[in-house]
């Protein structure tokens, strides 16, 4: 879909050393790619940068030299040219190199944590340029967010008369920090790669306005790729991903003078639950659906008995036959990884700029990340992919009502007889 996914950047104008700027780092590319017609073609386009975001040629050649076997070590010349062309500072510029970021990411993590160990250090000059140049923009300052107090006024309440002491009202902000201060890295370790990689992909979430739909696109089918390698479930996803739709029914209050004993902490919302909760709070792994009910699994009980469960599921690939093991090794996802890649879901989902295409990868991704952060027992994560989930269904509700709606109402409204467009004029 052309010019879709990057309104302000297309339709901004560059100045005239921003120009030529972008045909000298065009021209760098044609070296390193080889003199292609389109390389010509870029050159002589009045918007260069808009070019080097949508043209297939050059995506497919850029991304086709990333994912190569042989790509990403220390004389990479493509790597070379990601790094100059973010070093310029030039935003247009930047924006391209972000533009590469997923499929960057996607090819330099897979290998990293893989069985490969050879090193990339073309890949990770171009990632120790971004975090870099955002440490130097964040001053070593960390990110906060500033909670106001509800007991102070605001602007939807009835305003109370002015505070004589100004400083008592400063008093009851609250900061919250959001990401720590960055530490200046000069390699990347393998106790830091997560946070550096989480890092590339949160600028591109930054600039996800002026990113075409096939980057995103990309961006999807890379985070899925990494949520399911190495894991025996990754035919299931969609099976175990139905338990995020489940809703707890509700318990009816015990009779006069008897306390329904607690169980402890809901597993997502942190309220005490009941024991007639406690079956939806259990892990998915831990439960089965049977009639569109989560019917708890006895955590003591053999894996032969959870296996043989009607429409049980389970993570355990020797429990079950019919499971196929994504090829690779699991690979280890932090918070700080999975933080931009829920975001750029959000994005996905939300936007109505966003084709049905990448909307479908996107649900799909969702859905992976809710079952592999079941497995792993991550709360932030649990509760961010569930909501995805259940934002896409019910999403998809509503389209399939309206188009309910619309198809009942074009039958029922009885066809017009459309009125002529000749008029008789009196002799």
């Known amino acids: 879909m052309p010019g879709v996914g990057i309104p302000a950047l297309a339709g901004s104008e560059m100045s005239w050393e921003s120009m030529e700027l972008a045909r000298t780092r065009i021209d760098a590319l044609g070296h390193v790619l080889g003199q292609y017609d389109f390389i010509e073609q870029l050159k002589e386009s009045e918007q260069p940068i808009k070019e080097l975001l949508q043209n297939a040629a050059v995506i497919d050649a850029i991304t086709s030299r990333i994912s190569d076997p042989t790509s990403g070590k220390a004389g990479d010349e493509l790597c070379q040219w990601l790094y100059e062309s973010y070093q310029t500072g030039d935003a247009h510029l930047q924006a391209v190199v972000l533009r590469y970021m997923p499929a960057l990411c996607g090819t330099y993590f897979s290998r990293m944590c893989g069985d490969s160990d050879e090193p990339l ?22 990110l906060l967010i500033h909670l106001p107090s509800l007991s102070q006024p605001s602007l939807y309440h009835t305003p109370k008369p002015a505070s004589r002491n100004s400083v008592a009202s400063q008093v009851h902000q609250h900061a919250e920090q959001l990401c720590a201060p960055l530490e200046p890295q000069t390699a990347v370790k393998s106790t830091k790669r997560a946070a550096i990689v ?37 035919s299931q996803v969609d099976e175990i991903a139905k338990l995020a739709l489940l809703t707890a029914e509700p318990v009816q209050p015990p009779p006069d003078g ?3 004993p607690e169980v402890g902490y809901a597993f997502a919302t942190g309220e005490s639950i009941a024991v007639g909760q406690a079956v939806l709070e259990q892990p ?14 006895d955590r003591t009980s053999s894996d032969a008995a959870f296996s043989s469960a009607p429409g049980s599921v389970s993570f355990n690939s020797a429990t079950s036959s019919v499971e196929q093991e994504e090829p690779g090794v699991k690979l280890p996802l932090s ?26 990868e996107a649900a799909a991704t969702a859905r992976a990340l809710y079952v592999r952060a079941s497995q792993d027992l991550v709360p932030e994560a649990i509760m961010a992919a569930r909501s995805l989930v259940r934002l896409d269904a019910h999403a998809a509700a509503e389209a399939r009502a309206i188009a309910a709606s619309s198809s009942l109402s074009s039958m029922s409204t009885p066809n017009k007889p459309r009125k002529s467009d000749m008029f008789l004029m009196p002799s």
């Open 121 to 142: 250090a073309g890949f990770e000059a171009v990632l120790l340029a971004l975090y870099t140049e955002e440490s130097k923009a964040r001053g070593g300052r960390p």
């Open 198 to 234: 989480g890092l590339a992909l949160d600028l591109f979430w930054k600039k996800i306005s002026f990113m075409p739909p096939k980057a995103k696109l990309e961006f999807c089918q890379h985070a899925r790729r990494w949520t399911t390698m190495g894991c025996s479930w990754a």
């Open 258 to 260: 008897i306390h329904a």
């Open 284 to 297: 998915p792994h831990h439960r089965t659906v049977e009639a569109g009910k989560a019917v708890l699994i």
């Open 335 to 360: 918070l700080d990884l999975l933080r931009p890649i829920f975001k750029v879901l959000g994005h996905c989902l939300m936007s109505s700029m966003s084709p049905p295409e990448l909307q479908e």
